[in-house]
């Protein structure tokens, strides 16, 4: 990305990503300012690729989808995405249930298959990566298969804590790993499970942070040693249920009940390479990001809201993003990039999206949260690193340094009016009109 001198882009609810003029100021008294200590290394950002949003994206016409793919996927696009997710099996926003093999006891996987992804998943990224090739993947289940589960149902329940039935499960990720190999597409990175605390009537399966541990460190792990497989073990993705002070009442917090567990085991650790959290996980990310500063951290899906999308909740969307940085994660990642009007799941409930494809204009609605993204990941891409910010508005921004050596500041006004924030950078001031309810991206 070639962006030369300064740049000052807002965005409010009647108009978006705007450009203004960035001058200098004799301004004395200073509300926010960069430290110049750099922090964590920047992955970058994504979304999840699910058979909803591909339906949903295929009902526009050529032109229009082309234009929505580029302003995700391709570099020199909107969101320049460079790291994605995908489900292994059903996610809640599969268009109904399914897994990689519904065998009964077949242990040795001989009925694994992906003839569904090729289908509904595979081309959606093929897209991407014809965009994009440096996109990286990663992958998690929502369920294992029905047969591996007590209660049988995909819903509900927990793995079957059997060494045969471990070992299959162990396997199931490996042969996922090989197929998509087959078709040309490297998955980078696997998550154990999606919402290790759900127990949900989508897709789900409840699991213990010592079952995590003895599932990667004595099965999960050595058969990915022994498949010969580069792809990456990692602790996610980590919730916990609503309301967390009840869960506080009753329970460890997450970093304890799962990150901490695992990780002290010194023979589990040396097969994790990072940590997944989202949703109320974000608890627990501080502390992990403390205790182990030497992993990685994403996080790996972005609170949906409940299908209006509208700039109230993306101001909330915008916390989140700020939050998460702040406290150490190297990528942030939305959940459905594109829906139907509502975004309503196959299990019933609404929530929101980046982009919506309106069926009865056959056209894409470039949502609130697009816009979001935009803010922080259109100028900050793979190799950047968070850097320090001081003063009074340091909890409405976070700022990022470029490869390049760029500094780009990410800030938000949420108050109902105007507000004047003077920043300094290396001692040059600058006066900034915030408008109403608006963020903000300046590259420096």
């Given amino acids: 990305m070639d962006v030369t001198g ?16 960035l001058e200098a100021t004799t301004a004395e008294a200073v509300d926010l300012a960069f430290t110049g200590q750099l922090h964590q290394n920047i992955e970058g950002f994504g979304g999840c690729f699910n058979e909803l949003g591909f339906e949903a994206l295929n009902l526009l016409t050529d032109e229009d989808r082309s234009a929505v793919l580029h302003s995700l996927f391709h570099p020199e696009g909107d969101h320049r995405f460079s790291i994605c997710r995908l489900p292994i099996g059903a996610s809640d926003y599969a268009l109904e249930w399914y897994s990689l093999n519904e065998t009964d006891g077949d242990y040795a996987m001989e009925h694994f298959s992906i003839e569904r992804d090729r289908k509904y998943l595979i081309p959606y990224i093929r897209e991407a990566l014809k965009l994009n090739p440096e996109l990286k993947l990663f992958a998690s289940p929502w369920s294992p298969p029905t047969w591996m589960k007590f209660p049988r149902a995909y819903n509900y329940g927990t793995l079957r804590w059997e060494k045969d039935i471990l070992e299959a499960y162990a396997l199931y990720f490996v042969k996922f ?20 605390v759900a127990d949900q009537k989508f897709p789900s399966c409840v699991w213990t942070g010592g079952q995590l541990l003895e599932f990667i460190r004595d099965y999960l792990g050595p058969a990915f040693e022994q498949h010969g497989l580069a792809t990456e073990i990692w602790l996610g993705t980590i919730n916990a249920p609503e309301p967390w002070d009840e869960w506080m009442k009753k329970k460890d917090s997450s970093f304890d009940a799962y990150a901490h567990t695992v990780l002290s085991d010194p023979e589990a650790y040396k097969y994790v390479k990072g940590v997944g959290y989202q949703w109320a996980g974000k608890y627990g990310i501080q502390r992990t990001v403390q205790a182990y500063p030497e992993l990685r951290y994403m996080q790996t899906e972005n609170e949906c809201g409940d299908g209006e999308n509208t700039w109230f909740y993306a101001k909330y969307v915008f916390n989140l993003y700020q939050h998460y940085f702040t406290n150490g994660v190297n990528a942030y990642i939305y959940w459905n990039m594109v829906l139907l009007p509502k ?19 056959v056209k894409a609605v470039y949502n609130p949260e697009f816009y979001v993204m ?53 001692g040059t001031h600058y006066k900034l009109e915030l408008d109403a309810e608006s963020f903000n991206t300046l590259l420096l």
Avoid: C
């Avoid at 500041?409 to 300094?424: D, H, M, Y």
């Fill in 343 to 361: 975004g309503r799941s196959t299990w019933g409930w609404e929530q929101n999206s980046m982009i919506t494809v309106d069926p009865g204009g």
């Fill in 177 to 196: 790993v090989q197929a998509y190999a087959e078709e040309g597409i490297t998955i980078h990175q696997v998550h154990v499970q999606n919402e290790v």
């Fill in 6 to 21: 300064q740049v000052w882009i807002s965005s409010t609810e009647n108009e978006p990503w705007v450009s203004h003029p």
């Fill in 374 to 426: 935009k803010h922080f990941a259109h100028f900050v891409g793979p190799g950047s690193s968070r850097i320090g910010l001081k003063g009074k508005w340091t909890g409405n921004a976070v700022a990022f340094e470029t490869p390049e050596g760029r500094r780009v500041l990410v800030i938000a006004n949420p108050f109902k009016e105007s507000r004047t924030v003077t920043l300094s950078n290396d």
